[in-house]
């Protein structure tokens, strides 16, 4: 036969090339074993990488198409390929092939590999675009040539899908190296090099990112977008519409892709093609005779001949194993998509040539996604039909399932899209309205939310009495779920328990579901009253009637809180032991519905907390992102401002001052209204650039004062509630601050000082804290009474308050906690390993502090006093340099503004310096502090 020499050479790759350097270092390590397989769908660049990587490799080279689906002329190419690396190879094997007499296949490819095996250079045979051939007799006589191949040889397959060979043996002897689509998309850095470095098209990052996203990295996709983008004046415009349905791609797929296939799996993609996720018995129930699709086409799918209607999972399974642009989502393979630019083109395809169809189509996948309860899908699809009775029915239906599972934004999204007066008509959409209003926006304004109360109030006045019972119960239930909720002032425990109690009155005994969330409301009133056993117990009520009322949303936060309790108790194993328990639980829960659960995020942000503070830094950054991830969706912020503070403290533990300030951003954004919160988390900051020598104490601590005096009712915080735990970090940052600058000015300054230290305070509020059983804050505060002990020369009680915290400490894994004091708590361990206490825990400590810290001296480093002017020895405390600036400025006249603007400081700062300045002064006003200062000579 005559052989067509082209088929034999390698492609030309081009010019402009993107450097996958690592896909080329994968293909380099594969020729040690067997066979490299590069499966993908059209587009993905299989063709072009290879090439690229031959340049400096021997090799013999096939493109192959559908003609080739002969034995012999498949074989002859073959053959006639690599005699282009020796002309001696498979000469006796092809006068077989030409022979007229029968012969056996093995027989005769044994004459083949008996030439390839040889000691000499070993090569490469690529067998390129392999889905052309469907030939049975070639692909078990490929996987015969493939199982005896000599080590001199290495196969690579290119193909658009996996071929009948026996894959699944060569991968369990670790014969087979694979590259899948998910391998060669392009990266965002690969999109960046390609469509600005090599096709100058001058996009910016968000822009780069919009085309990435789309194409999912798919090279061709990328391609064709540079069509249209090199004649396009608004390229930020062009990019937000670009789809499946741009004329470019949508030929390329047509042609490609949808053309090649059977005309019932045509028919299957068109009609799933509205389908965001795709199982086998939803595209059954879409596509089964019982619809009269036309989908009956009988199509070969593996080895067997299968009708396409009613075998929707061996249809996916066949589709992505033939990577037509169909990828499992999971590894049970129960679910699937649709690469999205090709189903923005199937789509187009259906709404073109049915587009009766389409409304069917959208009401069959709304049944059946309500029918095995997924509501998010089912909503969609209803919203998608413009249908508002059937919105209406379905949120009255199962508006609860959703706020029980924490989608209270989706439940407001999809009221939002009724009228007004359809939900004040109806009061289980009234009172369910103010119930996601109230969880999805905890710290928002209360006039919406008593919008609806009212509105249900009014809807059942003329109502059955236990339908009004039960409605007016759900509003005493909201309005006492608002004096709880942190931001809101004047709550009172007492009157959030009456409250409580009066709704669970109301509300039939049955009616778990609501009753729990008074069971929690009344534990948020305990922990503000630090009555810890009370409030575990009803905890551990709500918690309960949640599982049994579907209440997954205050379940999951009943086993935080009880979480956040045993953390109160300094009993961090318990702690972390309830979330690992609650996260295994609700996960496998809402697996079995394949699909996530947003209160989940709570736990999640709770395990990192621990995590963090045992110093266990990978494991606490993996349970952060999830966990931010899942709360996002809640509405709920309390979990979120947990987040973004631990994720505050692991990025300065990861040496990221960026970071650490980007988390405290996040945190604006989700709580406007702790302004007095982020400037307490900005001051660890200044504590961990203190404590590397970045930061002068003294601007340190006036920046700790000033906040101090913004909340000075936060030492009569006794709470763990929430917005305490909050107020009480705040208050613990400003203490940390003192400590640390008052072991910088050392005993002689302390002693003028001690006025400002605090330690009695400090004490009582120990006492208190144990008599509470708020056995973690005892902790903390006891740390900070050891180093002021510390920095007044008083070590014996210094090491006395210091060495029991360390065996408590031990006990339970606490490590940052103390690791964060830097170099200021390095002495004390150095004291009681010497007195032989904790010897290998304050070694473990030690080495961390090492790890960390810029210096660690084996004694309290002393700072230089500030400097000051003539006439300022008789004051309490020399005025530092700054604080002169500042009563200079403050003489003239100027306001706190205007002064902070003068000296680059915020008002906040001048603030703290005033304090400090009239504490030293010992005057009362401005007035005052600028005659005493021109009486002393400080000011002329």
Same mark, same amino acid.
């Given at each position: 036969m005559t052989v067509l020499k082209t088929k034999l050479h390698i492609p030309k790759t081009g010019t402009r090339l993107v450097n996958r350097s690592q896909l080329l270092h994968r293909l380099g390590d594969s020729q040690a074993i067997r066979l490299t397989l590069i499966s993908a769908p059209a587009g993905f660049g299989k063709t072009t990488l290879v090439a690229s990587w031959l340049a400096t490799q021997h090799c013999a080279w096939v493109s192959l198409d559908e003609d080739d689906n002969d034995y012999v002329r498949f074989w002859t190419y073959t053959t006639v390929a690599l005699q282009t690396l020796d002309p001696e190879i498979g000469k006796t094997f092809l006068a077989a092939l030409e022979s007229p007499l029968p012969h056996r296949q093995e027989d005769a490819l044994t004459l083949l590999l008996n030439d390839l095996d040889s000691p000499g250079e070993r090569f490469v045979l690529v067998l390129d675009d392999l889905h052309t051939i469907v030939s049975r007799e070639i692909c078990e006589s490929l996987s015969f040539f493939i199982e005896h191949l000599t080590p001199s040889i290495h196969i690579v397959i290119a193909t658009r899908k996996d071929p009948a060979l026996p894959l699944a043996r060569l991968r369990t002897r670790g014969e087979m190296i694979e590259i899948r689509a998910r391998d060669l998309r392009f990266s965002k850095d690969e999109a960046v090099d390609f469509l600005n470095n090599k096709n100058d098209l001058g996009l910016d990052s968000k822009q780069i990112g919009i085309l990435t996203d789309k194409t999912e990295g798919w090279i061709a996709g990328l391609k064709l977008a540079t069509l249209s983008l090199r004649i396009e004046q608004d390229k930020g415009a062009f990019l937000t519409r670009f789809a499946g349905t741009d004329r470019h791609v949508m030929d390329y797929l047509v042609e490609e892709v949808l053309d090649r296939q059977p005309v019932g799996i045509r028919e299957f993609l068109t009609c799933t093609s509205l389908l965001d996720r795709l199982s086998g +018995?939803?595209?059954? /129930?879409? &596509?089964?005779?019982?619809?009269?699709?036309?989908?009956?086409?009988?199509? %070969? *799918?593996?080895?067997?001949?299968? +009708?396409?209607?009613?075998?929707?999972?061996? &249809?996916?399974?066949?589709?992505?194993? =033939?990577?037509? /642009? $169909?990828?499992?989502?999971?590894?049970?393979?129960? @679910?699937?998509?649709?690469?999205?630019? /090709?189903?923005?083109?199937?789509?187009?395809?259906?709404?073109?040539?049915? +587009?009766? %169809?389409? $409304?069917?189509?959208?009401? %069959?996948?709304?049944? @059946?996604f309500e029918e095995n309860g997924y509501l998010r899908e089912a909503l969609k699809h209803a919203r998608a039909l413009d249908d508002t009775e059937l919105i209406v029915d379905l949120m009255e239906k199962h508006v609860f399932d959703l706020i029980y599972r924490s989608e209270t934004r989706l439940a407001l999204t999809y009221l939002g899209l009724l009228p007004d007066s359809v939900i004040r008509s109806n009061p289980k959409l009234a009172v369910s309205h103010a119930w996601a209003l109230a969880l999805a926006e905890p710290t928002g304004p209360r006039e919406p939310v008593e919008i609806w109360l009212q509105a249900t109030e009014e809807a059942v006045a003329e109502a059955e009495p236990t339908l009004r019972d039960q409605m007016l119960g759900h509003v005493e239930s909201i309005r006492a779920f608002l004096i709880q909720s942190p931001g809101k002032e004047g709550r009172e425990a007492a009157q959030l328990i009456a409250l409580s109690e009066r709704a669970n009155s109301l509300l039939p005994k049955e009616d778990k579901a609501i009753r729990c969330m008074n069971e929690l409301n009344i534990g948020y009133a305990r922990l503000e009253m630090a009555e810890l056993a009370e409030a575990k117990r009803a905890y551990r009520l709500a918690y309960e009637h949640g599982l049994q009322g579907g209440n997954?949303? &205050?379940?999951? /936060?009943?086993?935080?809180?009880?979480? =956040? =309790?045993?953390?109160?108790?300094?009993?961090?194993?318990?702690?972390?032991?309830l979330c690992r328990e609650g996260i295994d639980y609700f996960s496998g829960l809402f697996a079995q519905a394949d699909s996530d659960f947003p209160g989940l995020g709570c736990l999640y942000l709770m395990s990192a907390e621990i995590l963090f503070e045992r110093n266990n830094i990978n494991q606490a950054e993996d349970a952060l992102s999830r966990g931010i991830e899942l709360i996002q969706w809640t509405g709920e912020y309390e979990s979120q401002i947990l987040g973004y503070t631990v994720l505050t403290k692991l990025r300065l533990a990861q040496n990221d001052e960026t970071g650490a300030r980007d988390a405290i951003r996040g945190l604006e954004r989700i709580w406007p209204e702790g302004d007095w919160y982020r400037q307490a988390l900005s001051l660890e900051i200044d504590l961990w650039k203190n404590l590397r020598g970045d930061l002068d104490g003294e601007s340190m601590l006036s920046h700790a004062q000033a906040l101090h005096s913004e909340l000075g009712h936060v030492e009569r915080e =006794?709470? *763990?509630? +929430?917005?305490?735990?909050? %107020?009480y970090r705040a208050y613990l940052n400003c203490i940390q601050a003192e400590a640390v600058k008052a072991l910088e000015d050392g005993p002689e300054r302390f002693e003028k000082l001690k006025r400002r230290s605090h330690l009695k305070e400090i004490q009582e509020r120990i006492q208190r804290c144990r008599e509470l059983g708020l056995e973690q804050r005892a902790l903390q505060l006891s740390l900070q009474l050891s180093l002021l002990y510390l920095a007044a020369g008083q070590t014996e009680k210094a090491l006395g308050t210091f060495v029991p915290l360390l065996g408590q400490a031990e006990r339970q894994g606490y490590l940052r906690s103390i690791i964060v004091q830097g170099r200021c708590v390095a002495p004390l361990l150095e004291e009681s390993v010497k007195a032989g206490h904790s010897i290998k825990y304050a070694g473990v400590l030690r080495e961390l502090l090492r790890t960390e810290s810029v210096q660690i001296p084996s004694t309290p480093i002393q700072a230089q006093t500030g400097s000051t002017k003539a006439g300022a020895g008789e004051l309490i405390e020399p005025l530092s340099e700054r604080e002169v600036e500042v009563l200079s400025l403050l003489a003239e006249g100027l306001s706190n503004r205007k002064i902070g603007g003068r000296l680059f400081i915020s008002p906040y700062t001048v603030r703290a310096h005033l304090f400090n300045i009239y504490g030293k002064l010992d005057v009362h006003n401005r007035t005052e502090a600028a005659t005493r200062a021109r009486k002393l000579g400080i000011l002329l």
């Open positions: +018995p939803l595209c059954d /129930f879409l &596509v089964g005779e019982d619809n009269s699709s036309g989908v009956t086409e009988i199509v %070969r *799918i593996g080895n067997q001949d299968l +009708p396409v209607a009613g075998n929707g999972k061996a &249809v996916l399974e066949y589709l992505e194993s =033939i990577n037509l /642009f $169909a990828e499992a989502l999971n590894h049970e393979r129960r @679910w699937f998509r649709y690469h999205r630019l /090709f189903a923005d083109m199937l789509l187009f395809k259906l709404k073109d040539a049915h +587009p009766e %169809r389409l $409304a069917t189509l959208h009401r %069959r996948a709304c049944q @059946w997954h949303y &205050v379940a999951v /936060f009943a086993l935080h809180n009880q979480a =956040i =309790i045993a953390i109160a108790r300094a009993d961090l194993e318990a702690a972390l032991q =006794i709470g *763990i509630h +929430p917005l305490g735990q909050a %107020r």
